[in-house]
């Protein structure tokens, strides 16, 4: 029961390259999310997709693209990466609003993080 | 100011110890409230989960939501090494579509010894 998977798990990039992360989900959920996590700064959503063919911006999206390839998978993309976007970041899904099996505001489920350094 | 407020520690206790963490929040328009553990190099997994004010219990850990106060606990009874890690505590509202807003605390980290 894989969850959630996010590859890679670490990626040491120059300043100025450009990489995507990968995340997939095998629950059929249909919101998904990105995050990141900083030291005393706790997680803050940079994009999310409400379903699949949407997306929107969160709390810091300056320098991230997103692409909701298909209900399974979300990917995150840094076009000119900076030092500034060194960070931990998770990918994590959840049950909407509508969905079978919907109870509640359904916590969201996380992948193990992807390590990104940037120099 | 943050929305949510959490104190970073470290805590370190002694095993068996009763532990209290806890998060003090602003915008009273939060609804339901969680609790993730996260372990070294792990992703955040839900350990527990309330909706309004009031207590709710599973097993060692208890979960305490004081709306009125804007103030929630999470309580971990005969504390062992596994649990050791950072706890978070998150809480959000539903907004139209069905985004689940989640605003997290910083995170506490917590340390158990033997």
């Known amino acids: 029961n894989a969850g959630v998977t996010q590859t890679p798990k670490f990626q040491v990039l120059k300043t100025g390259q450009s990489m995507t992360l990968q995340c997939a989900q095998d629950?059929?959920?249909?919101?998904m999310y990105w995050y990141r996590q900083d030291p005393g700064m706790g997680l803050r959503l940079i994009y999310y997709?409400?379903?699949?063919?949407?997306?929107d911006k969160g709390e810091v999206p300056n320098g991230y693209n997103v692409s909701r390839l298909n209900k399974r998978e979300f990917s995150l993309r840094l076009e000119s990466a900076a030092p500034s976007q060194t960070s931990v970041y998770f990918c994590?899904?959840?049950?909407?609003?509508?969905?079978?099996?919907?109870?509640?505001?359904?916590?969201?489920?996380f992948g193990d993080g992807t390590r990104l350094s940037i120099l | 100011q943050k929305e949510v407020e959490q104190d970073p520690g470290p805590l370190s206790v002694p095993e068996g110890a009763i532990v209290s963490l806890n998060c003090t929040y602003s915008?009273?328009?939060?609804?339901?409230f969680m609790w993730y553990r996260q372990y070294s190099r792990k992703g955040p997994e839900l350990l527990m989960y309330?909706?309004?004010?009031g207590n709710k219990e599973d097993g060692r850990f208890t979960a305490q939501v004081d709306k009125s106060s804007k103030y929630i606990s999470l309580f971990i009874r005969d504390s062992q090494p596994s649990d050791s890690a950072t706890y978070l505590c998150?809480?959000?509202?539903?907004?139209?579509?069905?985004?689940?807003?989640?605003?997290f605390g910083a995170g506490t980290r917590l340390a158990v010894h033997p």
């Open positions: 629950m059929n959920h249909n919101s």
């Open positions: 998150a809480m959000s509202r539903l907004l139209s579509g069905g985004y689940n807003k989640l605003i």
């Open positions: 915008n009273s328009a939060f609804q339901y």
């Open positions: 309330t909706y309004s004010s």
């Open positions: 994590a899904s959840t049950i909407t609003p509508g969905d079978r099996g919907f109870l509640g505001n359904q916590p969201q489920h």
């Open positions: 997709s409400a379903s699949e063919g949407t997306t």
